[in-house]
């Protein structure tokens, strides 16, 4: 078992959906990541919050396998996020982004963080993920997500990302619009010249699809048909954390170690939505985890 | 290894879309199934032609395991449909749908057709699919199609069929609109009340969905990523075919078997797609769908 590092951001979400609003709560992609990864590995957080976001969102983080001290807290407001949803949970609109203290963030990796074997750089401008590369030791596997604003508004600098990451972690869309190709098979292996030797493409209720090993083979789940699904937002970070904390939980990896922490990143992912923000996560077992990835497995078998 | 009995519509169809466009080629719901089918076991094929489909047509079913007594030639045109795909072939708009001497058909099961073991009722007026299970004595398996036409024009004889089928072959639109619910769980859960014990939603290129067993558990397969789809047209049926006639090669009926049966479909499909009509099933080979079903294997598997 091996730590992960994880960089990105610290928010609070106001979120409205078909069953209720909640305002305020704690989200950002690094949250959602590092508290599913730490139901695998011991996570190492990197990210900033301001003044307001008190005891109470960092108590959410202790009494799991995560370490804080790379958790700035600074004068002013955190990270402010304002979805709602509409009455099937496919469609989302952002009512406002407010950056605020994250404006100012630039990641900086605690001394004793830098030779982290595993590291997750969470949606952040590419420049700060290329800042956070700098600082880091050579790492065995490094793993980036991104977004439609940093591949519209600075191409050059998540070129650059692609070139340095092994696995790039993305969602349908985005890998159509990075790659310039509306099939996704085809998407899969352009992302995967522009440099990471594996893609992992969120297809959310349509599951995921992989590209990875020497020849670009094709890995594929299904999602786990959730007949209750109350709030997707963080879905795709918590895959992550699922993803890259059990890759480094196993210690190998290899096309069996992908495919295995595929299914892992699923399952935890399916818990996430049942609930808003990270509640479900925070009252979440490693019981229910193996229960569900067995349950996973019935549903796929076939021989 | 026991035979199926496959009523549907055989026609001739005008395709248009990116890539070219043929005239007249043949199609309808069992010409693919049967062909599909043909490759696990014997096929008893109930349709209706007119004298337009000529020699030509049915030599497309000769030498193979297709049984040709039960297509009637009669005097007139063949059912002719013709559709027109966009670029990225996810939208399909019908032209024309010209019944000709389709709209006359009644089908007349042959008497050594009768107690056949596997009945596949392709999507007809359901008052026809009735009409079939009249005349069929105690079948081990009927599985049926519909479509969005019956499912608004017909519905209480349509509710009927599915009284009394035990598989239920849907696209994922048809399962929202019959089930009148957006999630698609929900849907097969609600679905499989109205009668059928299995219910089969096909997602196209997001796989497919089963719900069957004692307590309505799920199986999942991911579509085969597919870098080049040319026609999807007759992709459904084909699947069905896959579907039922690997169930009847089998011989057993259980949730091992239905789980093979779907990637069966979802091989033979994947095929399908490759050419205009049923020209790559034509020159399909053994050998290849053995190859591709290993290849689903490697493609979902996980431990």
Redesign the interface.
């Known amino acids: 078992m091996e730590p992960v590092l994880a960089v990105g951001s610290v928010a609070l979400d106001t979120i409205r959906n078909p069953f209720g609003e909640v305002t305020r709560v704690a989200g950002g992609s690094a949250a959602y990541f590092s508290v599913a990864a730490s139901f695998f590995t011991d996570v190492r957080l990197v990210a900033v919050v301001g003044e307001d976001f008190g005891d109470r969102g960092t108590s959410l983080f202790e009494g799991r396998r995560i370490d804080l001290s790379g958790l700035q807290t600074v004068p002013g407001e955190t990270f402010r996020w304002k979805g709602e949803y509409g009455f ?1 949970l496919n469609t989302r609109e952002t009512i406002y982004t407010k950056l605020n203290v994250f404006e100012q963030f630039r990641p900086v990796i605690p001394e004793a963080y830098r030779s982290s074997p595993f590291v997750f750089l969470g949606n952040i401008h590419p420049r700060l993920q290329l800042e956070v590369l700098d600082q880091v030791t050579s790492p065995r596997l490094v793993a980036a997500d991104t977004m439609d604003f940093w591949i519209e508004g600075t191409p050059d600098e998540l070129r650059e990302v692609l070139r340095r990451v092994d696995v790039l972690i993305i969602n349908d869309a985005e890998a159509r619009q990075l790659s310039n190709e ?5 998407a ?2 352009i992302l995967r010249a522009m440099g990471p030797g594996t893609v992992v493409i969120k ?1 959310g ?3 995921v ?1 992989m590209t990875c090993s020497g020849d670009g ?7 786990m ?5 109350f709030d997707p937002t963080g879905a795709g970070d918590t895959f992550a954390g699922g993803f890259v904390g059990s890759l480094a939980a196993c210690g190998e990896i290899n096309d ?1 170690a992908l ?2 922490a ?2 892992y990143g699923s399952t935890i992912a399916s818990f996430a939505v049942e609930d808003f923000s990270l509640d479900r996560l925070l009252r979440l077992t490693q019981d229910e985890i193996g229960k569900r990835f067995d349950y996973f ?7």
């Open positions: 099937d509306a099939n996704l098979a085809k899969a292996r297809r209720e349509n599951g699809l083979e094709f890995f594929a789940a299904p999602a048909p959730l007949e209750e699904v069996a495919a295995r595929i299914i497995k019935r549903l796929t078998y076939f021989d």
